[in-house]
């Protein structure tokens, strides 16, 4: 099972996108609210979660983690809920992927340190350890980055490919024309 986050002021396409492309790939994705059901993106989108960060009884199925960014990542890092998350994934040798300002919470967890990534630029300065690279997403070990709303494709399909195979994101990539 694959948990991407949510909470108020997440960057719908950061989301979004991801959920889709892995969906379209026969993925199980869920997506999970840190505090209510209905939960308002960036842009004022509302978005209803599968469930509550409160409803999941087990993340031992994690097979993948995704945090997005937008303001909400702040909210994502405030929650001990969410950093036991990542604690599990990151103990477990699980994927656990962050793109825009959202790496910028593992990366004050010490977790980048001496791996590539990437972020929204200005939040560099919370990757602490880590070798920043100028790619759009990059993954490095468990960890797949990713810059921003722009990459948001590139980084749901690297995803697909790691989750699944490489012909299966090259092949969503042909049917959804990118």
């Given at each position: 099972?694959?948990?991407?986050?949510?909470?108020?002021?997440?960057?719908?396409?950061?989301?979004?996108?991801?959920?889709?492309?892995?969906?379209?790939?026969?993925?199980?994705?869920?997506?999970?609210?840190?505090?209510?059901?209905?939960?308002?993106?960036?842009?004022?989108?509302?978005?209803?979660?599968?469930?509550?960060?409160?409803?999941?009884?087990?993340?031992?199925?994690?097979?993948?983690?995704i945090l997005p960014?937008?303001?909400?990542?702040?909210?994502?890092?405030?929650?001990?809920?969410?950093?036991?998350?990542?604690?599990?994934?990151?103990?477990?040798?699980?994927?656990?992927?962050?793109?825009?300002?959202?790496?910028s919470i593992l990366?004050?967890?010490?977790?980048?340190?001496?791996?590539?990534?990437?972020?929204?630029?200005?939040?560099?300065?919370?990757?602490?350890?880590?070798?920043?690279?100028?790619?759009?997403?990059?993954?490095?070990?468990?960890?797949?980055?990713?810059?921003?709303?722009?990459?948001?494709?590139?980084?749901?399909?690297?995803?697909?490919?790691?989750?699944?195979?490489?012909?299966?994101?090259?092949?969503?990539?042909?049917?959804?024309?990118?």
């Amino acid at each position: 099972m694959v948990y991407l986050l949510l909470a108020d002021g997440f960057e719908e396409i950061e989301a979004l996108t991801p959920v889709d492309i892995l969906r379209r790939a026969g993925i199980a994705i869920t997506t999970v609210s840190i505090k209510d059901k209905i939960v308002t993106g960036a842009h004022n989108i509302p978005v209803s979660a599968d469930m509550l960060i409160t409803e999941l009884e087990s993340v031992d199925d994690m097979e993948m983690l995704i945090l997005p960014g937008g303001m909400g990542h702040e909210l994502l890092d405030a929650s001990n809920a969410v950093h036991a998350m990542i604690n599990h994934a990151h103990e477990r040798g699980k994927y656990i992927a962050a793109i825009c300002a959202a790496p910028s919470i593992l990366g004050k967890k010490m977790l980048l340190s001496g791996k590539n990534a990437v972020c929204f630029p200005g939040y560099e300065k919370y990757l602490y350890g880590a070798e920043i690279v100028s790619d759009k997403v990059v993954q490095d070990g468990q960890f797949i980055t990713a810059k921003g709303a722009g990459a948001a494709a590139e980084f749901g399909f690297k995803l697909c490919e790691l989750l699944k195979d490489k012909e299966t994101a090259d092949k969503l990539k042909e049917t959804m024309q990118y």
